[in-house]
């Protein structure tokens, strides 16, 4: 069971950018798949997640902003993040949690990625 997430990088205020997620080992179907980010200094915060009945959820701040989906064939988690802001700014990780229910707190979630960074600039 393993997560590889990649797609980050630097880009500026107001672009788009998006971060793909690869699972092995079991189907993004079958978890609650989701994103957290971590910023310097910070801790850990759920971004959004995807349940197997595709319903999404997302934190107040990225609304609008971020699209969470998963590609079923590929076996692929995505989070399209558009209007991007210097808050952003985060090491961003994927993670699976073998539950029906989304939960928004990290110890909670049992298959995590090793992160990728997004850095905005002003």
């Known amino acids: 069971v393993q997560l590889q997430a990649f797609g980050g990088g630097l880009v500026q205020a107001g672009d788009s950018l998006r971060l793909s997620c690869a699972a092995s080992?079991?189907?993004?179907?079958?978890?609650?798949m989701g994103w957290f980010r971590q910023a310097p200094g910070k801790e850990r915060e759920f971004v959004a997640a995807?349940?197997?009945?595709?319903?999404?959820t997302y934190r107040d701040s990225v609304k609008g902003r971020f699209t969470i989906s998963r590609d079923s064939a590929k076996n692929i988690l995505y989070l399209q993040m558009n209007s991007l802001t210097p808050e952003d700014t985060a090491v961003y990780y994927c993670?699976?949690?073998?539950?029906?229910?989304?939960?928004?707190?990290?110890?909670?979630?049992?298959?995590w990625g090793q992160g990728t960074l997004v850095t905005v600039s002003s």
């Open positions: 995807i349940k197997w009945s595709g319903q999404t």
């Open positions: 080992g079991f189907s993004v179907n079958t978890y609650v």
């Open positions: 993670a699976g949690r073998q539950s029906i229910v989304v939960s928004t707190a990290p110890n909670l979630w049992h298959v």
